[in-house]
């Protein structure tokens, strides 16, 4: 992307281009060095705009019905005259380093609207949940004048790292019947969360559903430590106009935050990531000869790894 | 640990001490900076020890009954006569950087033996599904001479990442049921996995796990494209007895292993990962003051996460 210029893109981006969107997204995925000081500079820019979209993350295990959900509160919001973006994650995409389903075709009608915008990310094998630039992703979102940035996140809540880091509210999705599961894994679910809700309320699931959403009720209740949607929540996808009652307790939890503050103690977790990547990024390239000449030696000569570690960075004693 | 030596302590280990070997371990995990060298010092000579104990991981997601497969398949092995150390993480240590459960307790039979070995260590925050010094104890393990180490690993397969690179066979336990989750989930899982078993093959669910196994069994031979053992297991606490099959199964997956090989290529993951996180910290010591002022430039004033990084680690154009 050696002749975009991240000036004119911005103004482009910012008139609400499309094409100037993803080709900003691509910009900020791509890993070329080049690429990167363009995307550095473009984002300087873009955090200079009004930042007033709401950030909200979608999280739940693989099969809650994640795409569903994204793509039927979308479908309300877009209804209600709102601009909506979509981040979505290919969870498949872990292993073979693509995106694979293509999400714009798991979420169709929203797909098709025109003020929605979907953009498939791969996940390219991380740990955290999220894509390695969903965070700046959204930021550009929102220059481009979205109201609501919709973040897809994989995992199951303990291992989410990320995802509570991108967003405003931080969602889970939970299956009907998952209630049944240790009181600890469940603690740690909770204590990420901003809102509780239980999918697939509808035929032969709609009274388990129910039954989760009491079990997931008393210990919400119990541990009810900061602010947060108070209501454990249902969803299902026969019924849409529901929608409207879920984006209620969501617009409600919103508008209490103080959503500058917040996102600036979240910036701090981004700059602490983010420079632990580059620190590394550098060094590794500063020694690469070296690096690779000691892994050469563990590997046929069985040299101990903590000796070839202490060969490069020996211990000040 | 100030007065530890490194050298008389390494000797008491290996003599069979289990004092000195529990004392070994608290130095690993120990994160005084004077420790930290004592610590390597011990591991090199633990490196030089014959490595002979077969090293096994034994994953699963919450709740799958991997202290009690620990337990039994344990119990079996002190029975037959080998010397067997568990390393274990308690998942809801994870919130509370501590050590709640007390596996001690968990795994009561198993912790009365005196051929046996039961460590709990906090997982302290971490994604890789193991703690941070699981590695390093598994050696130490081997040195005092333990014939089997028995590694639990929290997760559920995709978000297990570095398992795998501690243990000569990866085993996955799966629940029961199980077996429904879309099919790109059981194919990362699978991906992973040497060997899987299903749990609780007994009472009400005895059907259940059938035809669990019968739905892996399918997936698992398409994709037998390297050595696995190659039957997926039952596995259930009322018959111990079966645990010698389970037991026979792993034995003959490695045999056929070329130990030596894999070890030093798992080696190479460590020793990359142990380069990243002591760059990391000496980088973070030496900016210590720099950065903390940023932190609160970003907190207070709103300065721009990467603006702040930049000024730390400019680009070089």
Not at 38 to 51: G, H, I, R, T
Not at 165 to 174: E, G, M, S
């Amino acid at each position: 992307m050696s002749s975009v210029d991240p000036h004119s893109l911005f103004e482009r981006i910012l008139s609400g281009d499309r094409f100037a969107l993803s080709k900003g997204l691509t910009l900020i995925e791509s890993t070329l060095e080049s690429d990167k000081i363009k995307a550095n500079e473009l984002l300087v820019l873009v955090s200079q705009c009004d930042q007033s979209a709401y950030r909200i993350a979608i999280s739940g295990a693989p099969g809650v019905g994640k795409s569903t959900f994204i793509e039927y509160l979308g479908m309300y919001l877009v209804n209600q005259g709102k601009k909506v973006a979509v981040l979505t994650i290919d969870p498949s995409s872990r292993e073979t380093h693509g995106s694979i389903l293509g999400d714009k075709t798991r979420m169709e009608l929203l797909g098709k609207h025109k003020e929605a915008y979907i953009r498939p990310s791969p996940s390219a094998g991380i740990y955290g949940g999220i894509g390695l630039c969903t965070y700046e992703s959204t930021l550009l979102c929102e220059a481009a004048g979205y109201d609501i940035v919709l973040i897809e996140t994989v995992g199951v809540g303990q291992s989410e790292g990320e995802g509570k880091y991108v967003a405003d509210l931080f969602t889970l999705l939970i299956q009907p019947g998952a209630g049944d599961d240790l009181q600890s894994m469940k603690k740690g679910i909770m204590e990420n969360a901003d809102c509780i809700i239980i999918t697939k309320h509808d035929g032969d699931l709609k009274r388990a559903a129910e039954k989760t959403q009491a079990q997931y009720r008393s210990s919400w209740k119990q541990t009810m430590d900061r602010n947060r949607v108070d209501e454990i929540l249902l969803a299902t996808s026969h019924e849409p106009n529901k929608f409207s009652e879920i984006w209620n307790h969501m617009d409600a939890f919103l508008k209490k935050q103080n959503l500058a503050k917040n996102r600036r103690n979240r910036e701090v977790f981004w700059f602490d990531k983010k420079l632990r990547e580059a620190v590394i990024s550098k060094y590794m390239s500063q020694h690469h000869d070296q690096i690779e000449n000691l892994i050469q030696q563990i590997r046929d000569q069985g040299l101990f790894y903590l000796s070839a570690l202490r060969s490069l960075l020996p211990y000040d004693e």
